[in-house]
């Protein structure tokens, strides 16, 4: 049974870090490209970071090159985004997933974790 499940969302002031991790089951995770992408309020959901099986490549979106970055552990099947120098325009859920997996696999996505940074 695939199981993906993030967390480490909080609220932050502006300027703050916080590191997410999203944790998986259930399917061959060390052979499969993974991605964080995140929804804002009234905003299409859009991708964040990209990172390859090994985590030998990494991709940014525009917005976050510089501030983000993606990691992985194959041995945990776990993968994190590392968010510092968080901005007002960052809040909103964040979701990891494999990236060549359909957002209508429901499975292979979780309920995400609110990120809202706030003063």
């Known amino acids: 049974q695939v199981q993906v499940v993030e967390s480490g969302g909080a609220l932050v002031q502006p300027g703050g870090s916080l590191r997410l991790t999203c944790i998986t089951s259930?399917?061959?995770?060390?052979?499969?490209?993974m991605s964080w992408y995140r929804q804002a309020p009234g905003k299409e959901r859009e991708l964040v970071a990209t990172?390859?099986?090994?985590?030998?490549?990494?991709d940014y979106a525009g917005f976050v090159k510089g501030r983000f970055t993606i990691s992985r552990d194959n041995a945990k099947d776990a993968v994190y985004l590392q968010m510092n120098s968080l901005e007002f325009e960052d809040t909103g859920v964040y979701y990891c997933?494999?990236?060549?997996?359909?957002?209508?696999?429901?499975?292979?996505w979780g309920q995400g974790t609110q990120v809202t940074v706030s003063s």
């Open positions: 997933k494999p990236t060549y997996r359909s957002w209508a696999d429901r499975a292979y």
């Open positions: 990172i390859n099986n090994s985590g030998t490549w990494t």
């Open positions: 259930g399917f061959i995770f060390s052979g499969t490209t």
